[in-house]
């Protein structure tokens, strides 16, 4: 009931907190966008032609393009990244590298989906399009332009994308990582360590034990919990401009577009790596399996500096209770076998005529 009540109350926030005039404008930009760029051939019934003169219809069709962008990529995307592979076999071939479990896999079965876990994925659905649109409103403010050229004044033009682009690439998205990192790092470890937290909030999201279906497992997730940790990521790129007066249009779109990606490959069952480990699928699986480590949303930075980071291991399995290694010695076979000591003394006694002193 939380989590229904927190996607409603997020999806009421976002009507509530919408420029309508401003959505209205890009809706009637996209739909024209669309009515101009494509052929009528893929038109024949003239519904993009009808969209021209319905508000409704444009703001409709603006929704479903969030949502195609959003919700309809994470379950293609992870196709696109190709995990790490195994080492070549004889014949040359390689396969792509699985996550291992951590134990057994009967001991950790896959959580079977029910009625109610595909309505917190529904609803973390549905939510999607209106964060897109906030966040893109953030970005209007820094310059995002859809009319303007060449790249909706996201880059500029020329020889310029290398000379200002890139740095500022590689200085503000390592920064924003970080930043968002350490807020979501202490915002995960209190859904564990708050008993209330972990019961109601994030409880749900740990019945997968191993992350294996991408997409899905991602927004199995409370919706409190989801919406807490997405607006986070707007709320700390609007923070620092806020704050310090600093931003950048490029660095947040890297930033927000790259986090929405690593979010679906860490539950994905194949490993997947970023350059120098800064992001390791298996770290995640680590999370899922032992719980009380690896806090970090994407690298684990912050669990090395605190003390919580746990690299991912393969349990050994343990021998049986009373059952010794019977190879190691002679001695521990004759007394792992009821009565054998015994037996070898009376047949020593039969083949001797008594017993040797």
């Known amino acids: 009931m939380l989590a229904w009540t927190s996607a409603l109350a997020t999806m009421s926030l976002q009507v509530l907190f919408t420029d309508w005039a401003q959505l209205e404008s890009d809706a009637a930009y996209i739909c024209q966008a669309a009515y101009d760029s494509l052929p009528s051939a893929l038109d024949p019934l003239g519904v993009l032609g009808a969209v021209q003169t319905d508000p409704n219809a444009q703001k409709l069709a603006l929704f479903a393009f969030l949502y195609i962008n959003s919700v309809g990529f994470s379950f293609i995307m992870p196709a696109l990244f190709r995990p790490e592979q195994t080492e070549a076999a004889a014949d040359g071939s390689k396969e792509d590298m699985v996550v291992p479990y951590r134990s057994s896999p009967e001991k950790m079965p896959q ?8 309505s917190y994925v529904a609803l973390n659905s ?8 906030h966040f893109i409103t953030i970005c209007r403010g820094w310059g995002l332009d859809f009319g303007a050229p060449p790249l909706f004044g996201i880059y500029p033009p020329g020889l310029r994308l290398l000379s200002e682009t890139v740095p500022e690439l590689l200085l503000y998205v390592p920064f924003y990582f970080v930043l968002y990192e350490f807020v979501y790092y202490w915002w995960h470890r209190a859904m564990h360590e708050v008993p209330a937290l972990y019961k109601w909030v994030h409880k749900h999201h740990h019945q997968q034990t191993y992350p294996d279906r991408a997409a899905l497992d991602t927004l199995n997730t409370g919706c409190l919990e989801s919406q807490v940790g997405l607006y986070a990521q707007l709320g700390m790129l609007w923070g620092v401009d806020k704050l310090t007066g600093v931003h950048s249009l490029p660095g947040a779109i890297w930033f927000f577009t790259i986090a929405g990606w690593l979010s679906v490959l860490e539950h994905d069952r194949f490993q997947r790596c970023m350059p120098f480990e800064l ?10 399996a032992f719980v009380k480590c ?18 991912f291991k393969v349990m050994k399995k343990k021998e049986p209770v009373g059952s010794p290694d019977l190879s190691a010695s002679p001695e521990l076979v004759l007394q792992a076998v009821p009565g054998a000591v015994e037996t070898m003394t009376a047949t020593m006694t039969n083949s001797t005529g008594g017993t040797t002193r």
């Open 279 to 288: 992001f390791r699928a298996d770290d995640h699986h680590m999370h899922h």
């Open 294 to 311: 690896n806090y970090s949303p994407y690298s684990v930075i912050w669990d090395k500096v605190f003390g919580t980071f746990k690299p």
């Open 111 to 118: 959580h079977a989906m029910t009625a109610v876990d595909w």
């Open 126 to 133: 549905m939510c999607m399009p209106g964060l897109f649109f």
